[in-house]
């Protein structure tokens, strides 16, 4: 699972990819192919559980991510673009709102709304064709033959077409097992889950104004959208220990760093939830698929774990935090058993019982 980083030049998503990723990278221009990178998800659960427990060990979750080269009309025209953003599960698009007159932008201005309106355009524009292409092709061939196969494809084809026609991506569109098996090789990029990470001077850190028009005119398109400034980003990354930066974040009025904020929710457009294991060896994240059964979270804690489940002592986080230990959620009867049916929720703290 992979999100992909996008964005026109001059945007500074190589900066926040550094950032977030903790590389360097050589090149001054973007890179030619997609480069690979991993990222620890920031989440504040995570740090009170550690400082509950004061563990010897402590294990954040990562993902993958993926710089893309940069989007430029070349890499339009030819699709190598297209074919890069394919290869991944979800998007983050980086979108310039910070104005500089010694950076140049591509369209000559800074316009935000603007630049989401065009790349999202043009990943309309490819689906559509993608889509007409196929229909053309499995018309031709129910020519020569009937299949019900192909005929379920083609009317699933028509209902995409229509949809992208109207300018609205296939992420907004339910999708049952059958259909899914249908398209799932299909390199159909409206489909998958948009971040708009909005790259916004310092000063326009506290104002949700652009967050608020985003979400008036492309609300309906599924997108999330964010403000982060890969400058204040860079100079918290160079700060020595999490007092100083707690003191530099406290100094700008933030809450947490924006880069904490933006790895959630990539992770939530990958379809993925958190959850914990806690005690004085070890706190640790782990990440599931939404909606998973506790023997399919327990797998990926240890595939032995899955395959002599028993069941799942389960404690709520909020609950836990309420309480204050585990001693008093037992006491308040807040310790669950759950059997296999269990779906393990976001920020469930697990403690697996096996048999192999």
């Not at 524009?125 to 499995?138: L, N, S, Y």
């Not at 640790?284 to 032995?304: E, K, N, T, Y």
Request: hydrophobic share 45%.
């Amino acid at each position: 699972m992979k999100v992909g980083i996008i964005g026109l030049p001059q945007t500074g998503k190589k900066t926040l990819f550094q950032v977030l990723t903790g590389t360097r990278l050589r090149e001054q221009a973007g890179p030619a192919k997609a480069l690979p990178g991993t990222a620890e998800i920031g989440d504040p659960r995570f740090d009170t559980l550690a400082a509950m427990y004061q563990p010897n060990k402590q294990v954040r979750a990562r993902i993958d991510l993926a710089l893309l080269p940069r989007i430029e009309q070349e890499s339009i025209v030819k699709g190598d673009i297209f074919k890069e953003i394919a290869d991944v599960d979800a998007i983050c698009h980086v979108v310039r709102a910070f104005a500089d007159e010694a950076i140049y932008h591509s369209a000559g201005s800074v316009d935000p709304l603007r630049d989401v309106e065009s790349i999202n355009g043009e990943l309309l524009m490819h689906d559509q064709i993608f889509v007409e292409k196929r229909i053309e092709r499995i018309e031709v061939s129910l020519k020569k033959i009937k299949d019900d196969k192909q005929l379920k494809e083609l009317e699933l084809m028509r209902l995409m077409q229509a949809m992208l026609e109207e300018e609205k991506p296939l992420r907004l569109m339910t999708l049952g097992e059958e259909e899914e098996a249908l398209i799932r090789s299909y390199p159909l990029i409206t489909r998958k889950e948009m971040v708009v990470a909005y790259n916004v001077a310092e000063a326009q850190l506290a104002d949700d104004s652009l967050l608020a028009e985003t979400a008036a005119r492309f609300g309906a398109t599924g997108l999330t959208a964010m403000l982060v400034s890969a400058q204040v980003e860079s100079e918290i990354a160079l700060l020595d220990n999490a007092a100083e930066r707690a003191e530099f974040l406290s100094d700008l009025g933030i809450a947490e760093p924006a880069l904490d904020v933006l790895t959630r929710l990539c992770l939530k457009s990958l379809g993925l939830i958190s959850f914990f294991t806690v005690g004085k060896d070890e706190v640790r994240q782990w990440l599931v698929r939404r909606d998973s059964p506790a023997p399919v979270a327990a797998g990926v804690i240890h595939s032995d774990l899955q395959r002599g489940f028993i069941r799942a002592e389960v404690m709520k986080y909020d609950e836990l935090i309420a309480h204050g230990s585990e001693a008093e959620l037992k006491k308040a009867g807040k310790m669950y058993l759950q059997g296999k049916d269990y779906i393990v929720g976001d920020g469930d703290i697990l403690n697996i019982r096996f048999k192999v």
